[in-house]
């Protein structure tokens, strides 16, 4: 064999154990007689076999068992080639195929492995994430793009600002910026893919939009530290003309102290801020009255068909947007999408909006 392959799986204790593939071809089932002896429920006495492929792949076959093999969780008829990284159900016992021993990973011998205990169950679990290979390498800034959103004036129209946007390209992930960190949170790589959006906003998208503010998201685990700020700083002297907005989502607005010595912090470097997703739990209004930012941007939920309202909504988002007027802040209404919601928003005093009706995101390419 060209490269030595293992079988990798997670222990009850959550440690990774890694299972040396000796030779090719290799038995996996019930039996035995197999390589591998699996002891679980659903599995077959010959359940599957790896062979190796005139291609120089793995090929897997099923051997006719009863509750199947599958590839990333779908199921395979017959055979197919499978490679590294791929996730590998032998019913309902899951591996990962590698091409080299993780490190910090236990590999176990022929002689040892012959039979693993795995949990009963016919669900197909998910202890390891799908697309992971192509996930790190989109932080590496492979497949990595972004989009940007006009923040309009909510009397003339003009364009006040931009929200930098992130976005992914790569054929087998989710554009969706939810989506990617969903598995981002899944591999606990928040932060990483937040810092990539943001450096990728930063460097490619900004200067083509004419030195306008530029608005740009951060991550809630990652607002408070000092590697955080110390970006914001090298990037200050790096781009000093940049007119910088940093977003700081509700779910991070929980410590007054920490809030006052981050906005002073924004403040001796000359970077502005904004609350973001104003409203979506709790107002936290003591914070926002202690640390005042430069804007608030309320919830889409808040604003979402704020014209059939109850009266009693308006009031409360009215009296909203009147405190934060009264604190020095800008607000700004998030996905307006039709007229009357504008209208409304205008009427309650929103300075700024920001939705499809004033500006769908316009991806990095077309800018």
Not at 344 to 351: E, V
Request: glycine fraction near 6%; charge should be negative; charged fraction near 25%.
């Amino acid at each position: 064999m060209d490269r030595q392959w293992f079988l990798e799986s997670i222990a009850a204790d959550g440690s990774r154990v890694t299972y040396t593939i000796t030779q090719l071809p290799f038995r996996i089932g019930r039996d035995p007689e197999n390589d591998l002896v699996v002891t679980t429920l659903g599995l077959s006495r010959h359940h599957a076999l790896l062979s190796r492929d005139i291609s120089g792949h793995i090929r897997l076959t099923d051997l006719n068992s009863t509750n199947g093999s599958f590839v990333n969780r779908q199921r395979i008829e017959g055979s197919c080639l499978i490679n590294e990284n791929d996730i590998i159900h032998f019913g309902t016992a899951e591996f990962r195929l590698r091409a080299r021993a993780p490190e910090q990973t236990r590999v176990m011998s022929a002689s040892e492995m012959h039979t693993m205990l795995v949990p009963n169950g016919m669900n197909l679990s998910e202890l390891f994430v799908p697309n992971e290979a192509e996930f790190l390498a989109l932080l590496d800034g492979h497949g990595l793009s972004g989009a940007a959103q006009p923040i309009v004036d909510a009397n003339s129209r003009q364009i006040f600002a931009y929200e930098l946007l992130g976005r992914a390209n790569h054929p087998l992930l989710p554009c969706s910026p939810i989506r990617l960190f969903e598995l981002a949170s899944a591999l606990d790589r928040e932060v990483e893919l937040s810092v990539a959006f943001r450096d990728f906003g930063i460097s490619t998208i900004a200067p083509r939009l004419k030195g306008l503010p530029l608005f740009a998201n951060t991550h809630p685990k990652e607002t408070f530290s000092d590697a955080f700020f110390d970006s914001l700083v090298t990037l200050r002297r790096n781009m000093p003309e940049l007119d910088l907005v940093v977003e700081i989502h509700e779910t991070a607005v929980t410590e007054t102290r920490q809030l006052l010595s981050l906005a002073a912090r924004f403040r001796e470097i000359g970077i502005r801020f904004a609350y973001d997703d104003f409203g979506a739990g709790q107002a936290r209004l003591v914070e926002l009255g202690d640390a005042p930012a430069d804007f608030v941007k309320f919830d889409m939920g808040l604003i979402h068909d704020i014209h059939l309202a109850s009266e009693r909504k308006r009031r409360v988002v009215s009296e909203l947007v009147k405190l934060v007027l009264d604190l020095g802040s800008v607000p700004l209404a998030e996905g307006v999408e039709m007229e009357a919601e504008a209208q409304i928003c205008c009427d309650m005093g929103f300075k700024l909006i920001q939705g499809y009706l004033t500006g769908k995101p316009i991806p990095a390419d077309q800018l």
